[in-house]
Each structure stands twice: as structure tokens, then as C-alpha cells.
């Protein structure tokens, strides 16, 4: 079956230019995630997202960051005026709300974002 | 707020020899905490979970986690490794009460690495 997916799968652009990164979780997934590897480093959480509910921003780094779920479906990263510390894989996962126990994610390939 | 450290970056374990990759957590409720593993070039992958009950959980390719609360602990052990187990480990938890608000962070991830 499909799984989560994402687009592009890497994305070079140039210091202070905007890029849009795209996630297209599994089919009936409510809840919606966003989170940044930097080469050698941990997840960092940036954004969730789960059903209607207004999503928990509380991970986005800065103001140039935002994301936004277009039907409970689709998701966008956007990041505005690129910077070099900005480079690292975004990393998009989806879940279920679970009827019982906590919810497993589902993780996507990732988008490596290089900024020269 | 809810955390989660993983004290140790990297771990290096002869083949053969018990692992154990550590992990503590905070959170203000009873927390669900799983276990993640990222093998070189691939996406991240679900290994257990602990939502309640007995506090030894068993998982994928032969891991098992054993959650102590009085320890706010999670270690990830298995009792032979093996040269494929090397790979990226995450730690992660979840406010175990069951608003759908309650987002899943990450550790910062051990680097697990076996010799044979």
C-alpha cells in the first residue's frame, strides 16, 4: 500500500530565496507531522497537525517557517527567505488516531534541503 | 512540558553481546513512549511502543524496551546483538492523555554501532 510520501525528494536553492516542501500522508491519517534532521543531529519537531483542531506551531524555529493542511490531507512546509542554517531533511510522518494505545508514524522518505 | 534525553550519542557493542541504549523522558501525565530506528539511506522505522501494562515490551528484530516509572526510563535492550542492528535509534514519548493535542517528540538519537 501507499505510504507517506514526499516531495521533492531534494531541493537545492540559494540564500534568501522561498521554497514550498510537500507531504502526502497515508490515506485516512488525521494527525500530520513535521520535523527537521540536521546532518548528525536529532528530530526536531516543527509542527502537528491532527483533524480539525488548530495545529501546535510550537516547533517552528522562526516566522519564515509555516505549514499549512489543505483538506485534512496535503500538507506544505514553506520556509521564506532561506538560510544556510535552514539546510538539513525535513521529515514528514502521519498517524491514525488510535482507538486505543498511542499512535505509530509513519514516517516519508524526507526532502534534503541544501541552501548555498 | 514534555522531554526526552538520550544520554549517550553513540554505543559500541561486539556482536554477541547484550545492547542496551538508554532513554529518559518527562512528561506531566503517563506517557507513551516508543522506540525508532533509521538504518543508513532509509526512512525511519517503528520498533515498539509502551502504552500500559507489563513494563517489558517486545518488538521488531528482536528488541525489547523495559519502561520503569520510578526511573522515568525506557532503555532499549536486546540480549544479542548483531553487525545489522547498527543503526540511528530515536527515543520518543507522548503525553499519555488522550487529547489528540498532545504532540510526539524525539530524542536526540543514539548512534548504534555493532563490530563483529
Known amino acids: 500500500g501507499a505510504g507517506v510520501s514526499q516531495s521533492p525528494s531534494n531541493k537545492v536553492t540559494e540564500k534568501g530565496k522561498d521554497v514550498e516542501l510537500r507531504c502526502d500522508p497515508i490515506?485516512?491519517?488525521?494527525?500530520l507531522y513535521w520535523y527537521r534532521q540536521s546532518l548528525g543531529q536529532g528530530l526536531e519537531f516543527l509542527i502537528y497537525?491532527?483533524?480539525?483542531?488548530?495545529?501546535?506551531k510550537s516547533g517552528l524555529p522562526s516566522d519564515r517557517f509555516s505549514a499549512e493542511r489543505t483538506g485534512g490531507s496535503v500538507s506544505t512546509l514553506t520556509i521564506q527567505r532561506t538560510q544556510q542554517e535552514d539546510s538539513a531533511v525535513y521529515l514528514c510522518?502521519?498517524?491514525?488516531?488510535?482507538?486505543?494505545?498511542?499512535?505509530?508514524?509513519?514516517f516519508g522518505p524526507g526532502t534534503r534541503l541544501t541552501v548555498l | 512540558a514534555q522531554s526526552v534525553a538520550q544520554p549517550e550519542d553513540q554505543v559500541n557493542v561486539a556482536e554477541g553481546n547484550p545492547l542496551t541504549v538508554k532513554c529518559t523522558y518527562s512528561?506531566?501525565?503517563?506517557?507513551?513512549l516508543f522506540w525508532y530506528v533509521q538504518y543508513p539511506n532509509r526512512g525511519l522505522q517503528f520498533l515498539l511502543k509502551?502504552?500500559?501494562?507489563?513494563?517489558l515490551v517486545k518488538g521488531s528484530y528482536g528488541f525489547e524496551a523495559e519502561f520503569n516509572k520510578s526511573q522515568t526510563s525506557f532503555h532499549l535492550k536486546k540480549p544479542s546483538a548483531l553487525v545489522s542492528d547498527s543503526a540511528l535509534y530515536f527515543c520518543?514519548?507522548?503525553?499519555?492523555?488522550?487529547?489528540?493535542?498532545?504532540?510526539?517528540?524525539f530524542g536526540s538519537g543514539t548512534r548504534l554501532s555493532i563490530r563483529p
Open positions: 510522518a502521519s498517524s491514525s488516531l488510535p482507538t486505543s494505545g498511542g499512535p505509530i508514524q509513519y
Open positions: 490515506s485516512g491519517h488525521t494527525a
Open positions: 497537525f491532527q483533524g480539525n483542531s488548530a495545529p501546535d
Open positions: 512528561v506531566s501525565g503517563n506517557p507513551y
Open positions: 509502551y502504552i500500559t501494562g507489563d513494563n
Open positions: 520518543a514519548v507522548r503525553d499519555g492523555g488522550y487529547s489528540s493535542a498532545s504532540k510526539i517528540i
